[in-house]
Every structure is written in structure tokens, then in C-alpha cells.
């Protein structure tokens, strides 16, 4: 796969070796509670409208993509923000959206118009706990 | 995923009138939808038994008010000395039977995509001299059920080629490219995910035959592009206006994928 750096000017720069982005983009810290208070927002993160999570009594979760529990013993930190930042390095035809990418998109909302999905903060918040589920 | 069932004309539900079904019979033996179109199926096939039910009961189905409503403004005239549209369109039943089946085609006289909110719109302002009634306004939404409810039953059958070819181009590459800040593609979900839960929802061919439809998310009757702006948000995408270019090609290529479906409007949806 090789090195990649993003050239979009707003956001934290990263290498991505083999298929994962190993480091913590901008050198962040996650939080895992406000990563899982992400994953579960309707707003923001929203992945529970595409996956299952940990929760059952969650109402109306998607079948989409593979579910989310026990991704830590499948993926390691680096393999899921790769994932999360955009999957489609991996998989040109993936729907799983990219959370931290400008570029390359067409007609994109006014309103979320130059900014990813997900900051580098909320993308460390999420990586830490999904990196957590490592039970089924 | 869609286990693959191919294209039942005929639905077993028992509570589809006989009319209904010997019409959508009589329809299947002339059209025979081509084997790329032969899976798509109507978003009724993805509702609960009980919607389902709803939708066909026209006691039940919410929808009906609309159609009521626009019956009777087909027959009142705009004012006392206009013309109603009936006065052109006698025995609607008949004479505008299979109408709404042809719709969107190209405008002869303007070589413009029209679908039937814009063919009515033109019939109201160019014959009977009135402001037209708006995208979205309650006497459009009402013309249109009405007149839909009038091909209800009969298969969608729009013309993709000669002068509509070019808009049947433009709406296929829309729905196949990629959009939004969740860079996805209508393709991707409404054809790749058929089946598949997205939150509450089933995710269906995105055929669109029960528009103007009630939704009860919207609490409200709306057209088919209120639906395709929801569906633009979703992806966080431009949503482009009621009656805009880029929707009026989407919504020919949709009903020339979905061609051979029965109308069914006024439809009922999550």
C-alpha cells in the first residue's frame, strides 16, 4: 500500500503503512466514553444507522456493515482509524463513508462543505473505543 | 440481501382488489420488463404486512384525503368564468386513465423534461390563466395523487429514448455517482443494499411508483422529490430544488428502471 500523506491543508497529516495509519492522527489522545457517546449520536457519528454495536436494547441498528462488537481482537488501533479516516484506501467500492477526508467528494451539503465528518480529536475518541471491544 | 425472487406481477396479498390485480394481470402479459429491470420492486414489497394493508384500504390509507381533495379540484373552476380542468379532461376516469404512467416525458412544444406536477402546473397556468399552485402546496399534492390514483394499477411506462435519451443519461450518472460528505452513491444503496437495515428502515430499489406518498415520518403527504431531498441529506449532499434539473433527470431514470411496476399512488411509506 505504500505511504500516503493527505494534502488537504485543514487536516492532520498521516502515513498509512500497509492498512493501517499507526499513529494517533495530530498526536491526539482518545477518549473512549465520548468515543462510544460518537458512535451512538445521530448526528455525528451516526454508525449505528450502518452497524450493529454492543448495546441490544439500542433500538433499530443497521446491517450493513460488519457488526462492532469485538473489533479490538479483529483490528488493532491503527487497522480501525485507517478504516474510520477512509476505507476506501482499502476498498475502492466500500460504503463505508469517510470520516476524515475533504477532498475528492461531490456536491457536499453547504454545510459540510471543507470539513470532515469527524475531527481528528473525535476519530482518536472512536478509534480508542472501538480498539476497547474485545468481547462479542 | 434480496434473495433474488424475480418480478411478481401478481401479489398474493388478499387485500389487493381483484381489480387492481386483473389490471396488473392484463398489464404483465403486454410488458415484459428486461432482465436487468426484472428484480427491481416496488417499495410496498418492503413494508409491513400491516402498511401493506393500510396502504391498499383506501378507508385507512391517509392519502385518500389528498385524492379526494384533488378530485374536487379537477371538476371547481379557478374562477367564475375559467375553465376547470374537467371541462377539458371529460370522464377522467377514462380519458386520463394510464396518464400518470407516461410521466416524466419530454414536453413536445418546449423539448423540456416535464414530470405530471409540471404538466399540471403548465395546464393551469398556460389554459387556465392562473398562478401555478407551487412545488410542495397542497392543491399540487392533491392534483397529483389524484391523478396518479387515476393510473393505479397500470405499469410505469416512460419513454428513455429519442428526445428523452439525453435526461435518461444525465439521471443514471446521478444516480450512480458518488455524493456527499458520506461520498455515496443512490446506486450504491438502492441497488447494492436492497434488503439490508439502515436504522428502522429497509432499504428498498428506490423505485419511487408510490409517489405522492403519505410518509408517516412526514406526518404528511409529499412528492416524490421531498423524498429525494431526504435522501440527499441523508449522504449530507446538495439538496437540489422541487422541480430542479438534476431531480426531474433523476426521476426519469428511476421510473424507466422501475418501467413495468404498476403505479401505485397514493403509496404509504415509513
Not at chain 1, 499513529?23 to 449520536?41: F, Q, S
Request: glycine letters at 10%.
Amino acid at each position: 500500500m505504500g505511504t500516503y500523506s493527505s494534502t488537504a491543508l485543514a487536516l492532520e497529516p498521516y502515513a498509512v503503512v500497509g492498512d493501517a495509519i499507526p499513529r494517533p492522527l495530530g498526536g491526539l489522545v482518545g477518549n473512549p466514553a465520548r468515543g462510544a457517546a460518537l458512535v451512538r449520536d445521530r448526528e455525528r457519528g451516526n454508525c449505528l444507522i450502518c452497524h450493529r454495536g454492543t448495546d441490544a436494547s439500542e433500538p433499530f441498528q443497521g446491517t450493513i456493515g460488519p457488526p462492532l462488537a469485538g473489533v479490538g481482537l479483529r483490528l488493532d488501533a491503527g487497522q480501525i482509524r485507517l478504516r474510520l479516516v477512509d476505507a476506501s484506501l482499502l476498498n475502492p467500492q466500500t460504503v463505508m463513508p469517510p470520516y476524515f477526508r475533504t477532498e475528492n467528494l461531490h456536491d457536499v451539503a453547504p454545510a459540510y462543505r471543507g470539513k470532515p465528518a469527524l475531527s481528528a480529536q473525535e476519530i482518536e475518541d472512536v478509534v480508542s473505543y472501538l480498539a476497547s471491544l474485545k468481547t462479542f | 440481501m434480496d434473495p433474488g425472487s424475480p418480478l411478481r406481477c401478481v401479489r398474493d396479498d388478499p387485500h389487493i382488489s381483484g381489480v387492481i390485480k386483473l389490471a396488473v394481470a392484463l398489464a404483465c402479459l403486454v410488458v415484459q420488463p428486461a432482465p436487468a429491470q426484472a428484480q427491481i420492486k416496488s417499495g410496498t414489497e418492503f413494508l409491513s404486512p400491516e402498511m401493506r394493508r393500510q396502504q391498499a384500504d383506501e378507508t385507512r390509507n391517509p392519502a385518500f384525503f389528498w385524492v379526494e381533495q384533488g378530485r374536487e379540484l379537477f371538476s371547481r373552476k379557478p374562477s367564475p368564468d375559467g375553465q376547470a380542468c374537467a371541462s377539458c379532461h371529460a370522464e377522467p376516469q377514462q380519458s386520463l386513465r394510464g396518464a400518470a404512467t407516461h410521466y416524466p416525458q419530454v414536453d413536445a412544444a418546449t423539448g423540456k423534461l416535464l414530470n405530471l406536477e409540471g404538466r399540471i402546473e403548465q395546464c393551469r397556468v398556460e389554459r387556465q390563466g392562473q398562478p401555478a399552485f407551487g412545488y410542495e402546496s397542497s392543491e399540487l399534492l392533491a392534483m397529483t395523487a389524484y391523478l396518479g390514483s387515476l393510473s393505479r394499477g397500470l405499469p410505469v411506462d416512460v419513454k428513455t429514448d429519442g428526445a428523452a435519451k439525453p435526461y435518461y443519461e444525465a439521471g443514471k450518472a446521478f444516480f450512480e455517482r458518488r455524493q456527499g460528505q458520506l461520498n455515496l452513491s443512490c446506486q450504491q444503496c438502492h441497488d447494492g443494499l436492497v434488503g439490508q437495515k439502515l436504522r428502522g428502515d429497509t432499504v428498498s430499489h428506490g423505485a419511487g411508483t408510490g409517489y405522492p406518498a403519505y410518509r408517516l415520518e412526514w406526518n404528511d403527504v409529499g412528492s416524490l422529490h421531498r423524498r429525494l431531498r431526504a435522501c440527499s441529506l441523508g449522504v449530507r449532499a446538495t439538496q437540489f430544488d422541487y422541480g430542479s434539473p438534476e431531480y426531474l433527470a433523476l426521476e426519469l431514470y428511476l421510473a424507466g428502471r422501475a418501467r413495468g411496476l404498476p403505479v401505485e399512488t397514493p403509496g404509504m411509506r415509513r
